[in-house]
T-cell receptor, first 114, second 113 residues
Framework: EAQVTQNPRYLITVTGKKLTVTCSQN?????MSWYRQDPGLGLRQIYY???????DKGDVPEGYKVSRKEKRNFPLILESPSPNQTSLYFC?????????????FGPGTRLTVL | AQKVTQAQTEISVVEKEDVTLDCVYE???????LFWYKQPPSGELVFLIR??????QNEISGRYSWNFQKSTSSFNFTITASQVVDSAVYFC??????????FGKGTSLLVTP
């Protein structure tokens, strides 16, 4: 089954404790990205990747890091999480650029930073 | 700059009513793509439709229909004979440069029996 998986689905952590949210897709997609969803703000892009070793900032990259060492994986790293990073996070992938086809979204990761 | 406006924050209808969700967009590009996504209470994002800027033909898929009008920069979504299962948050989104979906803030639709 074609899918984007994220882990963990739920995470409660404390300020400053480094964490990684994993994202993996099995569709051989070149393009992957991370979004965060906050009430009243909709979804905003954090980072995206056009292919292996190619990443760039989205609209709200501060406090986040990403890497793309393999085509299928695109982890989101919070080196020193803060309460304002409490949010619902979505990973997405598509075969081409964001507009060229459907973007497949993962199930989401709900993060709470205390 | 590009922007997507969903002016309706919340809509409540009774089952079997028709409902239209509005989406107005701004972009300077001539080539762009418009999307609608559904987010049910379970939280996942479900793709509904993708439309490019050169295709103004309206689309119907079962009880769902979309009206794309470049003259008014709108891409409205209508649900005919709404059902309780249609209750969700609906997002309209725009892509031009290809690097990101620019989402509107969403419209929360509640369909009551």
């Amino acid at each position: 089954e074609a899918q984007v998986t994220q882990n963990p689905r739920y995470l409660i952590t404390v300020t400053g404790k480094k964490l990684t949210v994993t994202c993996s897709q099995n569709m051989n997609h070149e393009y992957m990205s991370w979004y965060r969803q906050d009430p009243g703000l909709g979804l905003r892009q954090i980072y995206y990747s056009m292919n292996v070793e190619v990443t760039d900032k989205g609209d709200v990259p501060e406090g986040y890091k990403v890497s793309r060492k393999e085509k299928r994986n695109f982890p989101l790293i919070l080196e020193s999480p803060s309460p304002n990073q409490t949010s619902l996070y979505f990973c997405a992938s598509s075969k081409g650029l964001a507009g060229e086809g459907e973007q497949f979204f993962g199930p989401g990761t709900r993060l709470t930073v205390l | 700059a590009q922007k997507v406006t969903q002016a309706q924050t919340e809509i409540s209808v009774v089952e079997k009513e028709d409902v239209t969700l509005d989406c107005v967009y701004e972009t300077r590009d001539t080539t762009y793509y418009l999307f609608w996504y559904k987010q049910p209470p379970s939280g996942e994002l479900v793709f509904l439709i993708r439309r490019n800027s050169f295709d103004e033909q309206n689309e119907i898929s079962g009880r769902y229909s979309w009206n794309f009008q470049k003259s008014t920069s709108s891409f409205n979504f209508t649900i005919t004979a709404s059902q309780v299962v249609d209750s969700a948050v609906y997002f309209c989104a725009l892509v031009n440069s290809g690097y990101a979906l620019n989402f509107g803030k969403g419209t929360s639709l509640l369909v009551t029996p």
